[in-house]
């Protein structure tokens, strides 16, 4: 983009040639024509990716995942291991699906920010002393 905005400087402001600007900028004269032509720079867009195997299997993935969840952490499947609990129930898709599908879940549920773990002991149970 920033090379654009030179080139086209350069041609239209300081009047310099297509052929001066493709010795300066190391681009052929063919690409610099190309640069000055275009209307407006091209922006690509990532789409979203479809999932066609995985649309059937989505709300058992939920349900899984909203199990384990529930689970200690040491006990949560990871999701490889969802994958190949999938492909036991008849997915045939890929485990890049499941694992886009599985970071997309984690990233919409609200994360938990503070703890609070009261320091409340019952008498006789903690102490603390000074011995200066």
């Known amino acids: 983009m920033e090379t654009i905005a030179k080139i086209r400087r350069r041609h239209e402001v300081n009047g310099e040639s297509i052929s001066e600007i493709a010795r300066r900028f190391n681009l052929s004269r063919n690409t610099v024509r190309k640069y000055l032509n275009q209307s407006d720079p091209q922006r690509y867009q990532r789409r979203q990716q479809p999932k066609p195997q995985l649309g059937a299997y989505e709300d058992?993935?939920?349900?899984?995942?909203?199990?384990?969840?529930?689970?200690?952490?040491?006990?949560?499947?990871?999701?490889?291991?969802?994958?190949?609990?999938?492909?036991?129930?008849?997915?045939?898709?890929?485990?890049?699906?499941?694992?886009?599908?599985?970071?997309?879940?984690?990233?919409?549920?609200?994360?938990?920010?503070?703890?609070?773990?009261?320091?409340?002991?019952?008498?006789?149970?903690?102490?603390?002393?000074?011995?200066?």
Do not use: C, I
């Open 60 to 132: 058992q993935l939920k349900t899984w995942l909203e199990q384990d969840s529930q689970r200690p952490k040491k006990q949560r499947r990871t999701a490889r291991r969802l994958f190949e609990d999938l492909q036991g129930a008849g997915y045939v898709g890929a485990y890049d699906s499941v694992q886009r599908f599985v970071k997309h879940w984690k990233q919409a549920r609200p994360a938990l920010t503070q703890a609070f773990v009261p320091l409340v002991f019952p008498a006789g149970d903690a102490a603390q002393f000074d011995w200066s």
